[in-house]
């Protein structure tokens, strides 16, 4: 699959909560946020709105002109000021999680019957990680991240907190960007478990 156009498919003319998205802001910001995902998604988006756990950044893109909240997935209440959404984003964020189950009960507040909660997460058994552990450097394991999930405990979550997996698939996010990235891409094609990272759509059982 090809990420980016399918993101874009889902977001448009919808109201769109994006949490954990700041990413390099002050990088972005130096090129009036032409590169980064949230403002792409403003172009298209009936509504969107942002959230992150970084104070300081999301003053900063407030005085920019995006509508950002201070927002801790796990705890933070602002259903009062957001309502329901239709698509919850939360992209290469869930590994960094100090608790995903309160994670879970907490994003319900923002989901009606019809929304989609939208992750992505890296996927363990990527070719990157079959090769660096047969060469014994061990997972591509970024300090600040606190698991690793597979489709098996992805479900398992859901079941637990009453949702429903309504979509899976695999791929590499920029397969163009460096060699690298297009040799695990590649491999992806021939078997969907090589790629990088895996997507999955969950909605709340009514």
């Known amino acids: 699959m ?11 003319n919808k109201r769109v909560f994006e949490i954990g998205g700041l990413g ?8 009036n946020f032409q590169n980064w995902r949230h403002a792409k998604i403003k172009k ?3 509504a969107l709105y942002g959230g992150d756990i970084n104070s300081r950044g999301v003053e900063f893109v407030k005085s920019c002109g995006f509508d950002y909240f201070y927002f801790d997935i796990e705890k933070t ?10 698509i919850i984003l939360l ?10 189950g309160m994670a879970l009960e907490n994003i319900k507040k923002y ?4 929304t989609e909660f939208i992750i992505t997460t890296p996927n363990p058994m990527s070719l990157n990680n079959i090769i ?8 591509n394991t970024l300090e600040d991240h606190t698991m690793w999930l597979d489709i098996c405990n992805v479900r398992q979550l859901a079941a637990r907190y009453g949702f429903e997996v309504i979509y899976v698939d695999y791929f590499t996010f920029n397969p163009e960007s460096n060699f690298k990235q297009m040799i695990i891409n590649f491999a992806g094609k021939i078997n969907k478990y090589f790629h990088q990272n895996f997507i999955v759509i969950l909605k709340k059982i009514k």
């Open 111 to 114: 989901m009606s019957d019809n």
């Open 24 to 31: 390099s802001f002050e990088n972005y910001s130096k090129r």
């Open 132 to 139: 660096r552990t047969l060469f014994f450097k061990g997972l």
């Open 91 to 100: 992209l290469d964020v869930v590994e960094h999680l100090n608790n995903v």
């Open 2 to 12: 090809e990420i980016e156009s399918f993101l874009d498919e889902k977001v448009k």
């Open 77 to 86: 209440d602002i259903s009062q000021e957001l309502g329901y959404i239709d």
């Open 44 to 46: 298209i988006a009936k």
